[in-house]
């Protein structure tokens, strides 16, 4: 997994590439504050759908989040069924 952000530090994104450099995975943020991220994107290529992609791109992010002391608003679709579904990420949900 690599690690981008923009120069001003108001977005990062976690991501994936595939062995010619092609973006195959990435999920998204915005800082919110000085303590909260809103995760508002997660993509995942249909070549690696159903493989559990997505969610080593939210661990990867929750993993960000309790190192760092942050809360993660879920505004993505994707994040916001796997707080609600997955108890062991309450610590981090805003």
């Known amino acids: 997994m690599q690690f981008q952000h923009d120069d001003n530090g108001q977005q990062g ?3 994936q590439l595939n062995a010619a450099g092609e973006r195959v995975a990435e999920i998204s943020y915005l800082w ?4 909260q991220i809103i995760a508002h994107h997660t993509w995942v ?16 992010l929750v993993e960000f989040a309790r190192k760092n002391q942050l809360k993660i608003v879920p505004t993505c679709s994707y994040v916001d069924v796997m707080f ?11």
């Open 45 to 60: 290529d249909d070549s690696l759908r159903g493989q559990g992609t997505a969610r080593q791109l939210l661990d990867v």
């Open 84 to 94: 609600k579904r997955d108890q062991s990420l309450a610590d981090v949900a805003a």
């Open 13 to 15: 994104e976690f991501f």
């Open 32 to 35: 919110r504050g000085e303590h």
